[in-house]
């Protein structure tokens, strides 16, 4: 079982910065696939970005060259510094945790989410 706990979210003004984190408890972080996503009111959940266990990263073109995501296996944390922020940013930020026990089981877990709002 893997608990995942986002933290760092809160309200600032469009052009400032804030950088998230997702403390992990568990084994299997160092192996996992990691990812922040958003959802925003009135929209589906929209992937952020995702870095692989290998540290390849992926990021939604919307955040790209704002938002930088990386982790620490030592520390089982995952963090999202987020830059330039504009008022679209404002949303519910979530992490996740994806990867396999076996070739046959597959584990995903998700954060209860960190409240991001932008202002002008």
């Known amino acids: 079982q893997v608990q995942l706990v986002e933290s760092g979210g809160g309200l600032v003004q469009a052009g400032g910065s804030l950088r998230l984190s997702c403390a992990a408890s568990?084994?299997?972080?160092?192996?996992?696939?990691l990812g922040w996503y958003r959802q925003a009111p009135g929209k589906q959940r929209e992937l952020v970005a995702d870095?692989?266990?290998?540290?390849?990263?992926n990021y939604a073109d919307s955040v790209k060259g704002r938002f930088t995501i990386s982790r620490d296996n030592a520390k089982n944390t995952m963090y999202l510094q987020m830059n330039s922020l504009k008022l679209e940013d404002t949303a519910v930020y979530y992490c996740?945790?994806?990867?396999?026990?076996?070739?046959?089981?597959?584990?995903?877990?998700w954060g209860q989410g960190t409240q991001v709002t932008v202002s002008s």
């Open positions: 568990g084994r299997i972080f160092s192996r996992s696939e």
């Open positions: 996740k945790a994806w990867g396999y026990y076996t070739v046959e089981s597959r584990y995903e877990y």
């Open positions: 870095i692989s266990s290998g540290f390849t990263t």
